[in-house]
């Protein structure tokens, strides 16, 4: 469902593999050498991390340094190192839909799925992915095409690793984005999937949020708050897009994130709930941030 193939690389070897298309000078080289470092860099520091510390402000940082990198070498027209793509696809990229992403009912053609009885129509509100709460799929751009869907409702509970898996998920997400960009010309058609999926959100009408309990409305309010950041990254990833299919999606996730924005603010004038940081804050050395 989101292929992320890369479109070009040099075979040459790790010593030749950030050069440009064409004949370059020694400020070019040292450009060349200076992103390939610093992309390195980040990608082994990153790897320690999830290996050992577990830092989640340092996963963000670290992705956020390795975002910039990529894309900073896609502009300038310099080749991504091999083993670089590999690392991002290995650990980052393959791992995403395991983590977000979950199948849209329906669209499985198994036996069982094609088993009338057992077919899930994602409309209906479920009252099998929150202990107190409905579900419901909202916000599908893709169509009847998509399969695909974010699973934020089932995120914001307070089990397992989910409070890092939510984190996280939009620096994920703009690594991925920034290898796609790097390694194909700028292009995200291979995961323009993303840009309309929906996602899972609680069914709550604006309405009924003061007859919750604060647990519940704790939950509602961090839904809207990741799936705010989460559009917010999609504009920031496809705004560029030339596609006019993904101009328009781009149009109407920017009026979703309006609307999500507004409801959001009356939500909070009637509950003071602490919003979580998403900025990376690594200590310095000596004190300050």
Request: hydrophobic share 35%.
């Amino acid at each position: 469902a989101l292929s992320t193939s890369p479109a070009r690389h040099n075979d040459g070897g790790d010593a030749e593999s950030w050069s440009q298309h064409h004949h370059h000078g020694g400020s070019q080289q040292l450009q060349a050498q200076s992103h390939r470092s610093r992309t390195d860099q980040a990608v082994a520091l990153l790897d320690t991390v999830k290996s050992n510390c577990k830092s989640m402000d340092a996963t963000v940082f670290l992705c956020d340094e390795l975002a910039t990198a990529l894309l900073g070498a896609g502009s300038k027209g310099l080749f991504v190192k091999q083993s670089v793509l590999d690392w991002i696809s290995e650990t980052l990229n393959d791992g995403f839909e395991e983590r977000y992403l979950e199948d849209r009912p329906g669209r499985d053609n198994t036996q069982e799925q094609e088993d009338a009885s057992k077919s899930v129509d994602p409309s209906v509100p479920r009252g099998d992915l929150h202990p107190s709460l409905k579900v419901k799929e909202e916000m599908n751009l893709n169509g009847s095409a998509g399969s695909i869907v974010l699973s934020l409702a089932q995120l914001v509970q307070p089990r397992g690793d989910n409070q890092n898996l939510l984190r996280t998920l939009c620096a994920n997400f703009r690594v991925m984005q920034a290898r796609e960009k790097a390694t194909n010309d700028g292009d995200l058609c291979d995961i323009e999937a993303l840009l309309g999926c929906p996602m899972y959100v609680f069914d709550v009408p604006s309405d009924d949020f003061s007859y919750h309990d604060a647990h519940e409305k704790g939950h509602i309010v961090l839904q809207i708050f990741y799936a705010i950041n989460w559009i917010i990254e999609l504009l920031n990833a496809f705004s560029d897009q030339p596609h006019v299919d993904m101009r328009a999606n781009t149009v109407r996730r920017a009026n979703s994130l309006v609307n999500l924005l507004e409801t959001l603010d009356n939500y909070l004038e009637t509950q003071q709930i602490e919003l979580p940081d998403l900025n990376a804050t690594i200590p310095v050395e000596g004190g300050g941030t």
